[in-house]
């Protein structure tokens, strides 16, 4: 019977991925949650008969490793903000206008932030310019953000993140 050393030796990685295998990358909820799935199969093909023998210490190890990898992939993805945000930019009106914005997967309670990232001229109007979220109009599908002052010709996008409550 193989030793571990021996085992491990023969499962190590030793050249490039080639192009046509690579992977998107993804968003870091994406990939915390492709290793949870990735590691509750592999906990449960361990645990189906002849995955793993009683006295077979290779697997009973690799068992372990995978249920505490599991356990440490779950609290991360659990760990991440809900996060909601515009694609493309949207135009503004110019001058002052409430602008609704919602998104389709609600949010877990309204208690969130809300980002605005401006694109526009590289000219700086005379008038300062602002925006702010109308409190009353914060729901769990959306909000209604005030832009006061707009110049001409400017667009916006938004994040909305929820917050943390501890």
Known sequence: MPTNTQVLNALQFSGPVPPDQECNIGTLTQILQGAVNFLTL??????????????????????????????????????????????????????????????????????????????????????????????????VNGCTIRFNNTPANFKFSFVAQQLRTS
């Open 42 to 139: 592999a906990t449960q093909t361990a645990l189906l008969p002849g995955g793993s023998a009683t006295g077979d210490s290779i697997a009973q190890q690799a068992l372990q490793v995978a249920n505490t990898a599991l356990a440490a992939a779950q609290a991360a993805v659990a760990a991440q903000p809900a996060t909601r945000n515009s694609l493309t930019p949207q135009a503004l009106p110019t001058g002052d206008a409430a602008v609704p914005v919602t998104w389709t997967e609600a949010m877990p309670d309204t208690n969130y932030e809300v980002r605005i990232t401006y694109y526009g001229t590289a000219v700086f109007p005379a008038a300062y310019f602002n925006w702010f979220v109308e409190d009353a109009t914060r729901t």
